[in-house]
């Protein structure tokens, strides 16, 4: 069993038919997101998309939301083509929510448009 967003988010887009790796390093004691916007990459046919995973929890959507949209390096991942997501799990704790989650893709000119 997975317990972590990232690995829960992971699991969720291979079971899609995606091919997924982890993209955060490790500095010491803390991680370091690609870019400062991404927990994993995902590799489809014709997309490579970015993705944060968080929980659904005490404001940590929109606190990601906006960590990312601030972020000095989004115009590039936009303009190489990439697509910008954030995946967010309920808590384990949550056991009848375990498996659902919300999707949210970032547009371009700066808006998130929930998916799932």
């Known amino acids: 069993m997975?317990?972590?967003?990232?690995?829960?988010?992971?699991?969720?887009?291979?079971?899609?038919?995606?091919?997924?790796?982890?993209?955060?390093?490790?500095?010491?004691q803390f991680r370091a997101d690609l870019f400062g916007l991404?927990?994993?990459?995902?590799?489809?046919?014709?997309?490579?998309w970015g993705v944060q995973a968080c929980m659904v929890a005490s404001g940590e959507?929109?606190?990601?939301?906006?960590?990312?949209?601030?972020?000095?390096n989004l115009k590039k991942?936009?303009?190489?083509?990439?697509g910008v997501y954030l995946i967010c799990f309920w808590p384990w704790a949550k056991e009848a929510k375990r498996h659902e989650f919300k999707l949210f893709q970032l547009e371009p000119y700066g808006l998130w448009r929930q998916i799932e």
Request: glycine letters at 14%; proline letters at 0%; one cysteine or more.
């Open 2 to 28: 997975i317990h972590t967003t990232k690995g829960r988010g992971m699991e969720h887009f291979r079971g899609e038919g995606y091919l997924c790796g982890s993209v955060e390093s490790q500095r010491g």
């Open 77 to 82: 991942v936009f303009t190489a083509g990439w």
């Open 61 to 72: 959507i929109e606190e990601h939301k906006l960590k990312m949209v601030e972020n000095t």
């Open 38 to 48: 991404f927990d994993f990459v995902v590799l489809g046919e014709r997309c490579t």
